[in-house]
């Protein structure tokens, strides 16, 4: 039996196939996915594994051999490992045993690998963990199973240097002046002297490149020259200039001056003009800020063109609905029915001159030229056609049996066409092309395996229909199940 490496692809050689019938002719063209099984069984009871797909290749120079890639997940089980293929109608049927067995193992027996060992016993003398590690250690005395003495132990495996107690310290680790040092007996700390020398220490704030530059008082304050810079209102000693802060000044709220924001580019030093109450009152107005309904006379816009009067509430931009009787410009989305003024369109602006007559009139350049001899039943609309022998452009909806001039079709037109192969379901009847060819695949091409009988179709692969029998060596009746 072959052992095979565990989740390991590998390709192995199953054979010899032979024919089914003398059993000896070599079968060179078996394939995995016309066989009736072909099938992996795993150990431990493992589920089947379909191998129908896997890599299937005819040996060269070997008939009947193929070579079969089982890949790592199908020698993922530890144990034996079966191969089946069986196809009854072609050849005899072929089995191959594996046996799955740890990669260490494998690896060992067929490879530069190492066994695993696991040593419990020495000289028929059971050995723990410890008793193995003994006999390895330096120093170990076999026969009082006892580290020998640090006299009797070579001195080229010992540190000559360290012959104290353990945890002595070694003169050759200390400072030069390690015996000046004042230390705690309890704590640990050591004790230094009063040091003036400030050498080797750093102080923990950085100070500014600038600091030296400050002048501070004994009581921690800078001197008020910077403070009243910081703290101080700017005051105003020149007319056109900011009085108060920028906050006053933005907010019209010196009265000592009554500099306002209008003031800046005036007289006091920006060579503008202030305001004046009349302009002031025009932007108010145009921008509708201060609530005045009152229309200054300057600049006033056309409002006598656009039926507004200047006085009184009827300003444009606080009235919503207004009558407008000039419809110049303006574009009707009405109905005529609804516009008095489109309901007097005369005829001659009617694009369509052809049709004044009443509504739906047929007109003549639409009428074919026979119109006048067609006959048109009054109650149903429908057209009578007369006697006409030309069947050209007519189309048959009648059946065979009715039809006269069809019962002349010759019998060797029917028997010499070529069917379309077909085969019923099962239960449902058939038609005369499907129970011809059910007849020809269950009498011609089938095959027998067991109590089941399978019937081909013309290509001699595609199954066509399934049987099964009620004994595979006695059978006395057969059952469609496909």
């Known amino acids: 039996m072959r052992e095979l490496k565990q989740s390991t692809q590998i390709n192995v050689r199953i054979g010899p196939f032979v024919d089914v019938g003398d059993g000896a002719t070599p079968e060179t063209t078996v394939t995995l996915t016309a066989a009736d099984q072909a099938e992996l069984l795993k150990a431990n009871g493992s589920a089947t594994v379909d191998i129908s797909a896997a890599t299937w290749t005819a040996v060269t120079g070997a008939d009947g051999w193929y070579d079969l890639t089982l890949t790592a997940a199908h020698s993922d089980t530890l144990g034996q490992l079966a191969v089946v293929v069986q196809d009854v109608s072609l050849c005899l049927p072929v089995f191959a045993y594996f046996e799955v067995v740890e990669a ?30 003994h006999f390895a250690d330096a120093g170990y005395d076999p026969a009082t199973g006892k580290v020998q003495s640090v006299a009797t132990v070579d001195t080229t495996t010992v540190n000559a240097d360290m012959r104290g107690t353990d945890s002595a310290f070694l003169a050759a680790s200390a400072p030069a002046n390690f015996v000046d040092l004042a230390i705690t007996a309890t704590t640990g700390l050591v004790t230094v002297g ?15 490149t600038n600091f030296a530059s400050l002048v501070i008082t004994a009581g921690g304050s800078v001197d008020s020259l910077t403070q009243g810079i910081l703290n101080t209102l700017f005051t105003e000693t020149t007319a056109g200039r900011i009085a108060g802060n920028f ?11 009554i500099k306002t924001v209008d003031d800046v580019g005036g007289a006091g030093g920006g060579g503008g003009t202030d305001w004046t109450t009349t302009e002031r009152n025009q932007i108010r107005y145009r921008l509708g800020v201060d609530g005045t309904t009152s229309v200054p006379a300057t600049n006033t816009p056309n409002l ?24 110049a410009g303006f574009t009707i989305a009405g109905t005529k029915t609804t516009l008095d003024a489109l309901n007097d369109i005369d005829g001659n602006s009617v694009t369509a001159v052809n049709m004044r007559g009443t509504d739906s009139a047929l007109l003549a350049v639409n009428v074919p030229a026979n119109f006048a001899d067609l006959s048109v039943t009054a109650a149903t609309g429908e057209v009578t056609v007369g006697t006409s022998n030309d069947k050209a452009g007519y189309s048959i909806a009648g059946a065979k049996t009715t039809l006269d001039a069809l019962n002349d079709i010759a019998a060797t037109d029917i028997f010499t066409a070529q069917m379309t192969e077909a ?18 695949s269950a009498l011609s091409d089938f095959s027998v395996s067991g109590t089941s009988i399978t019937t081909r179709k013309l290509d001699g692969a595609t199954t066509a229909m399934t049987f099964t029998l009620d004994d595979n060596t006695n059978p006395t009746s057969r059952t469609r199940n496909l």
């Open 423 to 440: 085969y019923a379901a099962d239960g449902v009847a058939p038609t005369l092309a499907e129970i011809q060819f059910m007849i020809w």
């Open 247 to 257: 906050d006053t000044f933005f907010e019209n709220a010196n009265v000592a001056t």
């Open 304 to 327: 006598g063109d656009m039926g507004i009067t200047q006085a009184g509430a009827d300003k444009v931009w606080i009235t919503t609905t207004r009558s407008i009787t000039d419809k």
């Open 194 to 208: 009063t040091n003036s020398d400030k050498a080797g220490y750093s102080l923990t704030q950085a100070f500014p």
């Open 104 to 133: 260490t193992y494998y690896d060992a027996k067929y490879g530069t690998g190492a066994i695993k060992a696991n040593l419990t016993e020495m000289g028929g003398v059971a050995q723990s963990a410890t008793d193995l590690k």
